[in-house]
């Protein structure tokens, strides 16, 4: 049996219902390109490979629209590393998604660079 996945771009994340149970993959887009941010699959339906067939299906959604993809949730970045040959291309290396505030780097919180009494 197939996994129906859909694209519920109203709240941006692809879903799938499971015994009554949503599982997804929540992302942001940005000009060219979509970052995905969480991967979801409750304990009640874990162990399926409900995630592996979500993040496929983004991926493969990815290739052809012509998208690249920000890894940011850790299920994803592992699933490309997995699948170097056939995802590696859609990585974005981009530079971060925020500036660095007084010397930090990533996805730093805040707009003040740390005290330097």
Known sequence: MERVIIHNQKISRFETVEDGITGYVEYEEYPGGL????????????GRGVAADLVKFVLDYA??????????CSYVKIYIERHMREYGALQDVVANKFPSVGGMTGHSCGVKGPNKD
């Open 63 to 72: 290739v052809k629209n012509n998208l690249m993809i920000v890894p940011t």
């Open 35 to 46: 970052e995905l941010t969480h991967t979801i699959v409750p304990k009640q339906i874990g």
